[in-house]
């Protein structure tokens, strides 16, 4: 294992955190960045080890069903993290929100766009392009009544007429 450290490690096995309390090595001596890492490197590595150690001696350990992977059931987290805003605080209700509430009166449900329509068997629009409202404008044979055909050739009621009035 590692060197004996003046004062153990502490673990928070649930975050997966291992605490060194002893100080750090002198970065004075080092003049390069290489060196530095070279030097922080080996307490981090020993914290790391010791950490997995600490894993694999107290935490059970079992295959999954699934795809037969080994799986460490981890402890609930010993230590609080804090939050990085604070929790945040119920609005004030509005004057109308009061009011309704103490009416007891309810928003409406809105309605949605789509319906389904049972002969397609589809959702269409209630209106507009390929809504529910345009389906008899998709019947390739359509009756027409004599009366407003004939009332429509007499340029009477409606039907166009077929001469321009001259200016």
Not at 3 to 18: A, I, N, R, S, V
Not at 34 to 55: F, R, V
Not at 132 to 139: E, L
Request: aromatic fraction near 6%; glycine fraction near 8%; include cysteine.
């Amino acid at each position: 294992m590692t060197d004996l450290k003046p004062q153990p490690y502490t673990y928070d096995l649930g975050h997966l955190m291992c605490n060194d309390p002893n100080p750090l090595p002198s970065l004075k001596s080092a003049t390069t960045d290489a060196e530095k890492e070279a030097i922080l490197a080996k307490p981090a590595q020993d914290c790391a080890q010791a950490l997995i150690n600490q894993l694999l001696s107290s935490c059970p350990i079992s295959r999954s069903q699934d795809d037969g992977a080994l799986q460490i059931a981890l402890p609930a987290p010993e230590m609080q993290l804090p939050r990085e805003k604070p929790v945040p605080t119920e609005k004030q209700k509005t004057k109308w929100e009061k009011f309704a509430e103490k009416k007891g009166i309810k928003g409406k449900k809105k309605e949605g766009k789509l319906v389904y329509d049972e002969a397609k068997g589809d959702w269409v629009p209630k209106y507009g392009y390929k809504g529910k409202s345009t389906d008899a404008d998709g019947d390739w044979l359509v009756e027409v009544d004599e009366k407003a055909e004939k009332e429509g050739e007499d340029g009477e009621k409606g039907g166009r007429k077929k001469t321009k009035k001259g200016r």
